[in-house]
Nanobody, 128 residues
């Protein structure tokens, strides 16, 4: 079965950290742009970060630069999003998605293109 599965969401206090993981099964992430997106209640979905290999490329939304780090583990066929110094405005359902095109870039994050695969989403709540 070809799918993406997210994990790692939860409830955290402001200033805390969470690590989200996106595991692919049935296909290799090697030739895909992998993006993390989030959607808060009443708001549009927004691109958070993306990563792609060959060449190694990462990109981040301005709101998370310096706080979030995206990485991949080729051996485990997973992509992770380390989120530090979390803020209440980071509260949302986070999704990972995979597409062969376009490559990872700020344009990709802003344009939210068609994806081949989407995960089911994981809730992140930042609250005291």
């Amino acid at each position: 079965q070809l799918q993406l599965v997210e994990s790692g969401g939860g409830l955290v206090q402001p200033g805390g950290s969470l690590r989200l993981s996106c595991a692919a099964s049935g296909f290799s992430l090697d030739y895909y742009t992998i993006g993390w997106f989030r959607q808060a209640p009443g708001k549009e979905r927004e691109g958070v970060s993306c990563i792609r290999s060959r060449p190694d490329t990462t990109s981040y939304a301005n709101s998370v630069i310096g706080r979030f780090t995206i990485s991949r583990d080729n051996a485990k066929n997973t992509v992770s999003l380390q989120m530090n110094n979390l803020r209440p405005e980071d509260t949302a359902v986070y999704y990972c998605a995979a597409t062969r095109w376009p490559p990872c870039s700020n344009y990709y994050l802003d344009s939210n293109p068609r994806h081949d695969y989407w995960g089911q989403g994981t809730q992140v709540t930042v609250s005291s």
